[in-house]
């Protein structure tokens, strides 16, 4: 049973803007954080921006200013608008849920549901 689903991935040049979009098909939606990660080739998966159940946001050091991420729980709708893209943020891009503490925002174990990601390249 699909729980979360990406959408949105490409490829862009530099500079360029980019929206991401991942669906829920939890019922439990709006009672839970959600969050994007990226996992680059090699590297280790990386946390992108978490909005929580109640509203606040938190930013990756290495996007913070660049992306933004919203929520609609009505729609059960997670957005990640990307701009000034850079080669670096080439990467899988996976949307993921879960009741997390907050010193575990970055931390990808304390998420129990994850989409099967989708695919962004930055480059000329």
């Known amino acids: 049973q699909v729980q979360l689903a990406e959408s949105g991935g490409g490829l862009v040049q530099p500079g360029g803007s980019l929206r991401l979009s991942c669906t829920s098909s939890q019922g439990t939606f709006g009672r839970r954080d959600v969050a994007w990660f990226r996992q680059g080739v090699g590297k280790d998966r990386e946390f992108v921006a978490q909005?929580?159940?109640?509203?606040?946001?938190y930013y990756g050091e290495a996007v913070k200013g660049r992306f933004i991420i919203s929520r609609d729980n009505t729609r059960r709708t997670i957005d990640l608008q990307m701009n000034n893209l850079k080669p670096e943020d080439t990467a899988v891009y996976y949307c993921?849920?879960?009741?997390?503490?907050?010193?575990?925002?970055?931390?990808?174990?304390?998420?129990?549901?994850w989409g099967p990601g989708t695919q962004v390249t930055v480059s000329s």
């Open positions: 993921a849920s879960g009741v997390v503490s907050l010193s575990r925002t970055r931390d990808a174990t304390g998420y129990d549901y």
């Open positions: 909005r929580r159940r109640d509203g606040h946001t």
